[in-house]
């Protein structure tokens, strides 16, 4: 993938962090647990990546992963919660920060490459990320695509306020919710995200 063919890169959030998240910034794994805060994580996806290290160097819960593409497996997974649901709209210049890797699929999986950006954004598999669906007949072809539609982009600890652009949601139900809670942030309705 090229530098130019990615527009934002994504955070997936429950609506009631927002407000913190637009004071705080976007906060790692690690030191969003200090902190007060829904999660939509799953329990049994944190476990694996709290024993990843990536490239040799940091526990991945010392980043804040953002996807290259959160049409993906996990919003997926998340698709009767998308009431509650945003996704955060992050400026590209994340990628000019010192320490940035990019991932080539979810960055717990097994095969999964690293490489410094923004240069890194070239393992991308752009086809597979932006694939509408990940489902093949081979499982094995399924299973890579799957991971490869997760590429993240791993931002060392904290993803400054400034790099936040709007915010998407499934529905106008979804925006007057996401609005009530005193969020000051552009608001895009998108159903297809959120497979509605």
């Keep these: 993938m090229k530098r130019e063919e990615l527009r934002e890169l994504h955070y997936i959030a429950p609506m009631v962090n927002v407000c913190s998240i637009l004071q705080r910034g976007i906060l790692s794994n690690r ?3 200090r902190i007060d805060h829904a999660s939509v994580a799953m329990p ?5 990546r709290a024993n990843v290290v990536v490239a040799g160097s940091r526990r991945l819960h ?3 992963n953002l996807y290259v593409c959160a049409r993906n497996p996990m919003l997926y997974s998340r698709q009767e919660q998308h009431l ?3 996704v955060l709209q992050i400026s590209t210049d994340v990628l000019d920060l010192p320490d940035v890797v ?6 717990s999986s097994v095969y999964v490459r690293y490489a410094a950006a923004p240069a890194g954004l070239s393992i991308v598999v752009r086809e597979w990320t932006f694939a509408e669906y990940w489902t093949e007949p081979d499982p094995t ?3 890579r695509k799957k991971s490869a539609k997760c590429a993240e982009v791993l931002v060392p600890d904290r993803v400054d306020p400034r790099f936040i652009l709007g915010a ?3 529905c ?3 925006a007057d919710k996401l609005k009530s809670l005193g969020t000051r942030i552009g608001i895009s309705i998108h159903p297809h995200m959120f497979f509605q």
């Design 102 to 107: 990019v991932t080539d699929r979810n960055a």
């Design 84 to 86: 509650d649901l945003c």
């Design 168 to 170: 998407y949601v499934s």
């Design 141 to 143: 072809v399924q299973l």
């Design 44 to 48: 049994e996806v944190q476990a694996r």
């Design 172 to 174: 106008q139900v979804a």
């Design 31 to 33: 030191r969003a647990s």
């Design 62 to 64: 010392e980043y804040v």
